[in-house]
């Protein structure tokens, strides 16, 4: 078993080696230089096998880094500034604070709370976690730092439902609300114009190709198909990842009972608490005063560390975080490389470039799909706004599309293709670090809530845009 | 030599001449004017300094892809590289190279008012590499959009990136 395992890890090994080689010494096509065309064989492989399962995504990703570094592909300083990037860091940050929450037990605290509430079912959970994130997502510009307040909460919820990664019995229950917090983030993103930095960045680009997008009419263009999905997906992913426990009319109960067990706050809950809020407080208005998430977030740890709440003792505990960091610090490295040598503006255009001839609904129908899928290639959400939105909105307007659904589609699925891969967003680095999720399981699961979502947006929501937003 | 005689070299040689200029202008076709058609999308890095009248001066470095829908010896895509100056009081002046799959390059001086959205920014090709060596030209493109993200990082796109070169080879 162990032999037959080992084998088929060479074997995957190998094929990935053979993708990185096959497309390295094939001549780059026209347009593309040869840095850009091999930076890609790289990342390809680096990522090819992660899914084919011969190495995780840490090992490819720093055996992806040395291969940049000493073929010459990037400079030292290009290949590792993704180590001094301030989302990477907040991400980081954010993991050392929710890890606090959990250690003075006000992430159970919490957990027993909403279990109390919604608790009769797993779905109930799930759904608890969307409406949390859907009403604080508005005050929020970095879904990064919206999902330090939400994990915190999805692992109370976990625990509280007897979920640990260790735990074989109820795995799938706490893979299972991890998953829907990454999905929650990425919809809420959706719903509302202020939840994600890149929405505000689209509007501005839509508005040279004519296309005006405020608060509301974005609210608007949004509620119909975004929340259809807030409500299909849970559903539908319960169905799908099936955990152990999905009927629990006794946990409310239970949960008080736990409750009224734990007693009043602790010192250090209190603490906590505070420092949460405050940061809470501080991260929605970062954007009216003009702070930074991230020192934000370096304030909150460092209130934590002054007060006793966690030591160095707790940090030196944190591998995961360091993993995290370093590989998701590589994966956005080299994506951003690829934007910067052109290849992503190549890849789009003549995707783009090729629907000459179709009529106006092919020509939407594939330039959405197109552009959802080029999210494979992108470990940022903005990034891919900016190097392709403008591509696809120009194409499509060019051939008959109308510009004011087109625009509001892809921007819309700038948000829900965040679960497409464990790096296809900041935001869920948080939730695919917690190990209740393989990568294997990431990848799968991302690809199907994308297809999920992107059926509801197309087929509910291009009808409701053509009505509302003309 | 008669009068008449010596007319009818000199109208001989005349005829030569013009014929010659004639022969030359249809033998040597990379001494036409070429036009080409294309977009670029760019990102990268800007600087910005005060000045005495409030309007930064500053300095950006772009990257990105050059896609060309028309354009005879040329490749269909680059990789273009900017770097510029622009003074705050409505001059930009940068340099910019082309780079193909071959790794042949263009080169070109630019020029604007200032980097922005809706600005139209003239070049003039200067020269190149490989296929591309002796290449002469202009070009002009407009900014669609420039947006300035946190810690100075730049993002546009170029629109309307119209222009003529001659000279250089012929691409296959």
Known sequence: MIAAAARSAWIAGGLSLAVALLIWFTPPPEGLTVPAWRLFAVFAAAIFSVIVGAFPIFTASVL???????????????????????????????????????????????????????GRSTLGLSYSIFLVDG??????????????????????????????????????????????????????????????AANPLGAEIARSAGVTMTFGSWFVAASVPTLLAMALLPYLLLKIMAPEVTATPDAPAAARKALTALGPLSGGERTVAATFVV???????????????????????????ATGVLTMGDIAKEGDVLATFIWFAVLYTISGQLNEMGFMGYLGQRLAGALGGLGPLPVFLALVVAYVLLHYLFVSQTAHV????????????????PAVPLAFTLLFASNFFAVITPQGSSANLLFTGSWYLSQGE???LGAIATVLSLVVYLVLGTPWLMLVAR | MTRTRLLGLVLLALVAAMAATRVS???????????????????????????????????????????????????????????????????MVGHCVWTD??????????????????RLVTGTVTGGTGRYTGLTGEFTFEWQYVIEGESGSISGRAVGLRGRVRGGGRAQ
């Not at chain 1, 030292?76 to 907040?90: D, H, S």
């Not at chain 1, 970095?142 to 939400?150: D, K, L, P, Q, Y």
């Not at chain 1, 003009?290 to 020192?295: N, R």
């Not at chain 2, 058609?37 to 930064?56: C, F, I, N």
């Open chain 1, 64 to 118: 992806a880094v040395a291969a940049t570094v000493m073929t010459g592909l990037l400079k030292p300083a290009q290949a590792y500034a993704g180590f001094a990037n301030a989302t990477i860091l907040l991400i980081v940050v954010a993991f050392l604070v929710a890890r606090a929450v959990v250690k003075c037990g006000l992430g159970q605290r919490l957990g027993h709370l909403v279990v109390s509430l919604f």
């Open chain 1, 135 to 196: 009403l604080i997502a508005p005050a929020f510009p970095s879904n990064t730092a919206r999902g330090g307040v939400i994990y915190p909460l999805v692992v109370g919820l976990a625990e509280a439902g007897g979920a640990t990664p260790d735990n074989p019995a109820r795995r799938r229950l706490g893979a299972y609300l991890m998953f829907s917090g990454m999905v929650s983030l990425s919809l809420s993103s959706a719903l509302w114009f202020t939840a994600m």
């Open chain 1, 279 to 305: 940061m809470v407080a501080l991260w929605a208005s970062a954007g009216t005063f003009g702070l930074d998430s991230t020192a934000i977030a370096f304030l909150g740890l460092g209130v934590l560390m």
């Open chain 1, 386 to 401: 900016l190097a392709l939105f403008a591509v696809f909105l120009d194409v499509g307007v060019k051939l008959g599309v």
């Open chain 1, 442 to 444: 990431l990848y799968k």
């Open chain 2, 25 to 91: 202008g249809q033998v040597a076709p990379s001494a036409d004017w070429r036009t080409f058609d294309g977009t670029w999308s760019a990102s990268g890095q800007r600087q910005a300094l005060p000045t005495v009248d409030g309007r930064p001066a500053g300095t950006f470095q772009l990257s990105g892809a050059i896609a060309l829908t028309s354009g005879v010896g040329l490749s269909r895509g680059f990789r273009g590289e900017a770097i510029g100056y622009d003074n705050g009081a409505g001059v």
């Open chain 2, 101 to 118: 799959e071959r790794g042949d390059r263009v080169y070109s001086q630019l020029r604007s008012e200032t980097v922005a959205a809706g």
